[in-house]
Nanobody, 124 residues
Framework: QVQLVESGGGSVQPGGSLRLSCAGS????????VGWFRQAPGKEREFVAA????????EYADSVKGRFTISRDNAETTVYLQMNNLKAEDSAVYYC?????????????????WGQGTQVTISS
């Protein structure tokens, strides 16, 4: 049974940091690319970052470049999203998802499995 479990969300002030984790189980983790998406109330889901199964060539949305870093630990079957210099507009539910394409994709419907999400709130 495929499972993706996000954790690490919370509430921080603008300029603060959070590290999200996405733990995978029930599938061969090293064969999948992993993406992070987010959805704020009243808005469409949007791509945040993705990393290939080989951990090379991470991909980022323009809105988070230079602030967010995606990484993975295949031995721990976990992907991380380090988020620094957080802004109010980063507030959303963050989801991780996995995909078996050769390269990463920013398109949500291409992903095969999704986690339940973790809430991130940036507020002063």
């Amino acid at each position: 049974q495929v499972q993706l479990v996000e954790s690490g969300g919370g509430s921080v002030q603008p300029g603060g940091s959070l590290r999200l984790s996405c733990a995978g189980s029930g599938f061969i983790f090293t064969r999948y690319n992993v993406g992070w998406f987010r959805q704020a109330p009243g808005k469409e889901r949007e791509f945040v970052a993705a990393i290939r199964w080989s951990a090379d060539n991470p991909e980022y949305a323009d809105s988070v470049k230079g602030r967010f870093t995606i990484s993975r630990d295949n031995a721990e079957t976990t992907v991380y999203l380090q988020m620094n210099n957080l802004k109010a507009e980063d507030s959303a539910v963050y989801y991780c998802a996995v995909d078996r394409s050769i390269f990463t994709t920013t398109i949500g419907r291409h992903y095969d499995y999704w986690g339940q999400g973790t809430q991130v709130t940036i507020s002063s």
